[in-house]
């Protein structure tokens, strides 16, 4: 089975439940996909009916096509759909894979999911794909998830300037993070039991 196979599948813990995306989950995702605020980092605007219809069948077809496995993300705790996530940039031959295009209702954030949910895919990734390195990239501007990035343990790597165009213009300053292969059996006990992870506590 090639990387994209194996890691379309349902992930779950006490917290979220993450599957794989589909047609029929166009309302859920839609009804908590209609606020700005949500997409003011995000290489997509989300301000119209066009534009969500643009983004959902992106997802859809991005995943029916391998180029990337999407996540549909459950809330646990209401039974109702926090936002979505993906693997993407499968780089099977040199073991490297992204997590990313990521995203929260805004009733969802700051209550833990984000962090849940991508516990689940590094474990995913490093347990059953056998990944060596998985990283993460953000905008430079992105406080909010900068923040959460480090918090899950994953090393800040550096700024890759003017990386691509964003809605309205501007040019993106992209932030790179990883983790590794050999930090993950550390990492994956104190991501369960501790708030937050720091580089620091990974130097002790």
């Known amino acids: 089975m090639s990387w994209a196979e194996l890691a379309a599948a349902t992930l779950e813990n006490d917290h ?4 794989p995306i589909g047609p029929e989950d166009r309302e859920s995702i839609h009804d908590i996909a209609m606020d700005p605020v949500i997409w003011r980092y995000f290489v997509s605007l989300v301000e119209t009916e066009a534009d969500f219809d643009a983004f959902f069948e992106g997802m859809v077809a991005d995943h029916a096509a391998g180029r ?7 809330d646990k705790t209401t039974g109702r759909c926090a936002g979505s996530m993906s693997f993407g940039n499968l780089s099977e031959a040199d073991s490297r894979l992204e997590i990313g295009w990521s995203w929260l209702g805004v009733d969802f954030q700051g209550r833990g ?3 849940w949910a991508k516990y689940l895919l590094l474990e995913h990734a490093f347990e059953t794909l056998g990944a060596e390195r998985v990283e993460f990239k953000t905008d430079r501007l992105n406080v909010q998830a900068r923040a959460g990035l480090r918090n899950i343990g994953a ?6 300037r003017s990386f691509n ?3 309205g213009g501007r040019r993106r300053d992209a932030v790179y993070y990883s983790v590794v292969r050999g930090e993950w059996p550390w990492l994956k006990g104190e991501l369960a039991a501790h708030p937050k992870v720091t580089r620091q506590d990974m130097a002790v």
């Open 68 to 74: 990337r496995v999407v996540f549909h993300i459950t």
């Open 165 to 167: 165009p964003m809605p």
């Open 113 to 115: 999911i984000n962090r």
């Open 16 to 19: 979220v439940r993450l599957r």
């Open 155 to 160: 090393l800040e790597e550096g700024v890759f």
